[in-house]
Structure formats: structure tokens, C-alpha cells
């Protein structure tokens, strides 16, 4: 009977002897097997399992030394009867007050009303082109890194120290690595009683609300912002003012002094990846001075700016203490590892102490060890810049791929790093649409409805991400997007009129574009300005300090103008046909789709 019950996994991870061993305890534990019952013989579940008799021998005696089996002298091994005392069978009552399903929603005090919002497929690995933010390739976790900080928290001494740790409090040597490694790096200096380890940066923010939001309280957060984090807020029933957020970060005006608490998310804006700019900073806390504000600082990010170095954090600024700062390991390690932390006075984290001592004890210890080594190993500063170095590089992929393959569909929010761009598409765009249509052709994209509390006013708008895709596939993946994006639109997408007089060809085309200047964005909102010289080259300045720059070559070939730039655009010939409409250039590509227009003047004018 028993041999019936035990299959083998041919793609389990476990050894042979593992897996019979845990077959062996789920058949036990699930009283398949009469405990009277004799076991068969290892010789005989060997040969029915084709494996080793040796295998079934170990597995047998290592579940005996565990109790769950008894080998008796002469008879054979049976199942330890007292493995399975104490267990309370199920009965199924069929009569019973117990609430039927109806009646709990009754009872919920607080309702929590979910919002409708995106939702990654568990399978996002398996599209080709997923830019979903937030979630991270296999390649970038460091497998052998963690491995080896998870062996040395496992040695016998270090669990013989913190498996008998008892109470609340947390692992010292991470606290200690965070306040040496880790804060010191967003310019922060703290008392190891100023910082609580948290399960994620999001059980910091509800300890955080639970302790200083109620319905007395105005609270300002960003709009667009996190969803889980206003309903929180709603949740504790404050009073929401939300800030707009332009170029530049979370707006500072008047509104901020009817508030008590602010919610930002300074280093990259969740969700529009905006870097709040020093000055803005700097006037946040003046207003928050001026008005008694306090502000929670939700870090994320922070040190990912490819264009400049990183903004001092709120709380290395702030000169009162009325900054609490939270952050978390998961952009390092894993999201699944849930390690946050939150940095604030100590008054306020003894209370935060104590409510999470009500919910959790602390988190786990194993895990607070592992990554106690993972930084003072200096795996954290290693693994820091290998990811800076890997998500540059997407980044500027990305922004190089809309930018070549969508400037007559889309623009972006100016930032200046990141993961992730905030994108917005013509007016008469469905989003949600966009997205189930690109999903079918693999390609994955975040709808951005959601991240604002007044829904149905940027229908148009979606986020890439660079965190769950590789440099290899993000240029094929937005040609992908920019198809589909033209099949939807169809007949909105400007064509070129055969007729157009304005069409310029040839000698005439040679002529009106030579000793010329060309005036445009990208569509990361940077200015652009090329000159187009009669020798037959091309010399390009971008951004507003023109920090961007390249040259190039152009020619007249039959009825297009054709452009091949050093390093932008890939290096690639373009061809394009052209129309000049007074102080305006408008270009279309070979399938005669409008592509781009310009400024154009004559050098000299």
C-alpha cells in the first residue's frame, strides 16, 4: 500500500532521500497508513522506487531518530503511535450557529475598501518583455552573496545567540550595520535607539499611521501617490490634501499649513520617478518648521540618479527631528525577504516598538543575522553598485528606445534616474486596453489610473520599468509597444499627403535643409538642438546644459532625407520624408507615418 502512495519527483530539488523522507511524513502525518500497519521492507521500497536500497535505509532511520517511526527487533518498522496523539480529528458538523459567510461582512468594523488596481501576473517572468517596475530578473539576485550570509547566521553558535533571544527587541548586529553602512550613505548619523527594524517599508508606514493618524489629523500626500498608503491613511479616517507634483518633486504651498503630517517620497516619486530638487527640500522643511509639520520620508531608490549625484535626504537636512525615515533592503536583496526599517527619535520608536510587539514580536531573527552579514561583509556597497551599473544601463536604454522608436506617440516626465518612466500617450489612448493588447503580444506595461485618488483623468498615462527586463530586450520590447500603439490608434496617426506641395524631393530637399538649425524635445523632455551642415555632416547638443552631444552625417536620397548619428539613434540610418511648413520641419518614415517634427532656421537668419 505504501509503495502506491510514494511518487518521485524527477525535477524536485531534493536529493532522493529527501524526498521519500518528506513523502514518508506526509503520509504519516495525514493517517494514510494504519499504525498497526508493518512498513515494507527498504529492500523492497527500494526496488519499487528504483533507487538505492542504501537511500530508503537513511531515510527510514533518520525519521526513527525523529519519532516518527519505531523499528522493532524481529518484526519490522512501524509508525510511532504517539506522533499521532494529541491530534483532534475533524468532524463536520452539518448543524451549527457558526456565521455563515454572509454574516462576517456584518461584523468588519473598519471595512477596508480595496480600490481597483494593476496586478502583475504571477508569470511575469515568462513574457518576453516585461517592464513592470518592481518586480526583479532572476540575474540580479546575489545568490552566492546571500547564501553565504545565510551559512554563517545558520553556524551553531550564531543560532545558539539568537534563537534564545527573547522579548522585542531586535538583532544588534543589524542595527548596528545599518546605522554604520547603511544610513551614512543617505547622510544620516542615528542612535542605535532611533532605529526599528520593520517586516518591509510598508509595515513602517502602518505602525507610523497607526500611531499618529486619526480622524483629527490633515494629512498631505502626493498626487499621484501610493495607493496602499492613502488608503491607510483613509483607513484611520484623516483628512487627505492632496499635493500636485510637477518637475521638481511634491508641490510646497499655502495648503501645507492647514496639515499636521506629510507623506513624500522625495527620491524618486512613487509613481512618476520625479527627484525632489534640494531647493524644493530645503523649502519643505522651512514650511514644516513654520507650521509644526510632520514629515515621513519613504525612501526608495535613493541612490539609482544616472544624471548627477544623489539629493541628500530630508532627514540628513532636517535640524528639528521632525523627520521619520523609512527604508527597506528589498531593492537590494529581495522583496520577499522583507527587511525595512524606520529611523526616527527615540520617543517614537519605543512607541513603534511596542505596537509592532503587539503584532509581530519583531521580525524574523534568522533573516536579521543573514543580513547583519550580508552588509558587514560589504556585500550591501558591492551589490549597490553593481545594480547602479546594471539599471544605468537599462535606464538609458530605455530612454533611447521611446525616444527613437515613439516621438510622434509619446512623452515622459523629466527625471533624473530610477527605474521606471512615467509615460503619457495621446489624448484618445485607452491604457487599459493598450495594456491587455501588448499583453498578448508580450510585452507588459503598468496602467497608472490607480495611483491617483480622483480616477478616470489620465486614461493616457503608464509606467516602463527596467528592474524585470534585460538590456538586450528593452529596444525590441518598445518597438513591440510602438506597434501595437499605432495599430490601436490607426487612422489618428498622421500619414503623409501624396499631394502635399510642401513634400520636399532632391535638389530642392538638399537645398531648404543645408547650414540649417533644428529646435526640438525628446521625449524625456530634454531640448534638442542639431545643425545641419552643407558639408554633409550633422553636429547635436542635448539637455539644458548640453551635456548630451554627438555628430553625425546626413544625405539626399531620392525623395528622403537621411540621417545617421555616431552613437544616437543606435548609429542607424534613418530615412525620412520631408515637409517644410514655414518655421516648421514635420518628418514622416518609410511606410509614410508622421514621425517627428522641428523648428527649423536658417543658420545666419
Known sequence: MLETLIILDDDSELNLQSQIRQKLVAVIMSGLFPVGQRLPSSRKLADHLSVARNTVVLAYQQLIDEGYLLSRERSGIYVNEEVLSGRVEHVFKRDGAAPQASQWSSRFKVPLQMQEHFECPPNWQQYPYPFIDGQFDQSLFPTAEWREATRLALGVREINEWACQSGDADDPSLIEQIRTKVLPRRGINAKTDEILVTIGSQQALYILTQLLVDSTVSVAVEEPGNPETRQLLERQGASLRHQAVDDEGMVVDEELAHCQLALVTPSHQMPTAVTMSTARRQELLKSAEVSDLIIVEDDTDSESNFKGNPHPALKSLDSSGRVVYVSSLSKILSSSLRIGFMVGPAELIREARNLRRMMVKSPAANNQRAAAFFLSLGHYDAIMGKLNRE?????????????????????????????????????????????????????????????????????NCFRVGVTSISVEKIREGIETLAQVIQDLLGGKIARLNDTDPRWLKGEALREAVSDTQLLYQTVYGQPLSVLIHADGSLSGTAGYANEETDSGRWWVEGDCWVRQWDNWAYGEEVKLYTVIKGKTVEWFNREKVFFNRAVIQKLGD
Open 391 to 459: 539599471f544605468r544601463k537599462r535606464w538609458f536604454a530605455l530612454q533611447d528606445a521611446l525616444n527613437y522608436l515613439m516621438p510622434n506617440f509619446v512623452v515622459t516626465i523629466p527625471n533624473e534616474g530610477g527605474t521606471a518612466y512615467w509615460v503619457q500617450g495621446p489624448k484618445d489612448l485607452d491604457v487599459k486596453y493598450l495594456a491587455k493588447e501588448a499583453a498578448l503580444r508580450g510585452v507588459l506595461i503598468e496602467p497608472v489610473d490607480y495611483y491617483f485618488a480622483k480616477q478616470g483623468e489620465h486614461t
